[in-house]
């Protein structure tokens, strides 16, 4: 926001975006409503909304190209959001470069974040039911509370619902998204796989973050940035670098903190057998007498591996360097858009690093 | 193919047909192949391929509408195959009307055809899973060779590629198919929670019917409609209408037929606790003290169980009943394109009656 203001103008801009982020829940809810089923409404309201990144990544991206994205929302928010939102159904944004004339930027901004939102929410579905998870974000979750055929289910709706309106944005928008979801579900079915028995292979690791991780925050990142009219492969650089790091810090504060700061429990990754990178440095730091020890420990799973790991981790500062590298990515990440001048962009990924959850 | 020609020309037709399923076939594996997932690979070959009602509603409806179709496939069937293939990447299909010049008409058929199988696909998986279904067409399902885990991420996989191609097509066939995703979901969600009691009402049966099976029955062959520039109310129309018999057909079936035709076991709505038409006709039928007998043996679901409605079926005619009423969606459907002399579509939905598996 400073490239575009002061002070003030940066604190009213975010003031502006927790509302833009409510009118993207908001046009969530929605969606799903139209679909006039309680047993849908009852299950989706039980949803826990989360940090939304990716959306906070695509109003970044879609404020610093035009001001009267931010002129749209100060105008008659309200007023404007619904009036948009009856006109929604015949709307369609067919340039790849702007939005057509019946559509506001807010509009279709949010819209966009809507549909990657459900996109995210529909894949912990899916993921949860894989992994067994009882809570996400500090509450049940939907296959604890509703069992794992619901949990499916709703997954797939939220997925149809995403694409069905996904078709409203230019074909390059839908092709990247769709992509993403893609890679997303390959990187999961790896994931599954390589979960059987310790994995060592740090190519391997980045492959399955790629897909896991980076690839919808590099697909938001690109797909504001079409919409935009900028560069989009910079801006996919700058997602996929970003999607990177943030999963390296989640795998460090699995490690480093408690349930009540994660809404989950800790040391998940170990009780779930998921080769993360603190693990994978830490085994090829270790000579082959005590690689046998850890896989000992990794395969048993208990109390007295994680103490084993905790201080293993420790003595051979693996936290450390995974944050290290959790700062490259960074770094390329801000490398990639160093000539965009977007402050905002910039500073969601500096404070990446320091994230506590 | 009736309109079209003679008895020759029908059996060329009926020739080519099948080869053109077998091109079907063989882009959904190219689609698949190009992720480059051995995983994938490996879990998506175990897979069996079904009888394409879909692709063959969508395949007549295309043919009715354009000479060039046929000419089109049998001009060089596997070199313009090839070649349309290659090109597949930047053709896209955006007149609502026809195709697009650098798209061949079958080549555009053949990757909507793919589509609808790849989500059909996609939706039997996440069936499995939640059915509990060890048997698909005769073979283990994937659910049961690779666990729930690689099926529900298969069919996210298999869901997400679908969508990834379907972006080349016009936004109302995008639109169309996305929405019938979400409507199969939706039913499946319905379907799960209604099996847990006997659910006697027809009102919310046919509302579950079209919302899992009718629905992408009616979107491919409206989509198709849309492409051959046809009213496409009125296949949608048909479609609904075949894929409610198709359901009913399904539902007499499980009854009258035995594991080696249906390639499942039979009897196994009532092992699931499903109130299908023949169960809620009957109940509807019996005195109120033979209903609480009929409650009792629907939730006991053994072998004395099934013996009882056997034998219930049999006194109160119930199975030719079913019979009548799925006869009655056929006729609706042939009204519905009784100006379209479509003898293929026709005869797709007079056979369904006579269908034993």
Not at 42 to 54: D, E, P, T
Not at 77 to 88: F, G, H
Not at 170 to 183: D, E, F, G, L, T
């Amino acid at each position: 926001m400073a490239v575009r203001g002061g002070q003030n103008m940066g604190q009213d801009m975010k003031q502006d975006s927790a509302e833009i982020l409510e009118c993207v829940r908001r046009r969530c809810d929605e969606w799903i409503a139209s679909l006039k089923s309680p047993n849908i409404d009852k299950i989706y309201s039980s949803i826990k909304s989360g940090k939304m990144l990716r959306s906070k990544l695509i109003l970044a991206i879609l404020e610093s190209s035009s001001v009267d994205f931010a002129k749209d929302f100060r105008g008659d928010s309200k007023a404007n959001s619904k009036k948009a939102n009856s006109k929604k159904a015949n709307s369609k944004v067919d340039s790849a470069q702007g939005l057509s004339k019946d559509s506001s930027i807010l509009d279709c901004a949010i819209s966009l974040c809507a549909i990657i939102e459900l996109i995210q929410c529909a894949s912990l579905l899916h993921d949860d039911v894989i992994d067994e998870a009882h809570t996400r974000r500090g509450v049940p979750s939907v296959n604890a509370s509703f069992g794992d055929k619901n949990a499916i289910m709703l997954g797939d709706v939220l997925y149809s619902r995403a694409y069905f309106y996904l078709a409203d944005f230019p074909q390059a928008i839908a092709k990247s998204v769709s992509n993403a979801v893609c890679a997303l579900s390959r990187g999961e079915i790896d994931d599954v796989l390589y979960s059987r028995d310790f994995q060592p292979s740090l190519e391997v690791y980045y492959k399955i973050l790629e897909d896991k991780t980076a690839s919808l925050i590099a697909s938001s990142a690109e797909s504001s940035a079409i919409l935009a009219g900028l560069d989009s492969a910079k801006y996919y650089e700058y997602g996929k670098n970003l999607g990177l790091a943030f999963q390296i810090v989640d795998d460090v504060l699995d490690i480093t903190q408690d349930e009540a700061t994660l809404g989950k429990p800790n040391m998940n990754d170990l009780r779930e057998g998921k080769s993360t990178l603190p693990y994978i440095l830490l085994y090829c730091e270790l000579d082959s007498h005590k690689k046998e020890e850890f896989l000992a420990h990794f395969y048993a799973r208990d109390s007295v591996a994680i103490e084993w790991f905790r201080n293993a981790f420790c003595e051979q500062n693996t936290i450390q360097k995974c944050q290290n590298i959790a700062k490259d990515f960074i770094t390329k990440a801000l490398n990639a858009i160093q000539d965009e001048r977007n402050a905002t962009l910039e500073q969601i990924a500096t404070s990446m690093i320091e994230r506590s959850f």
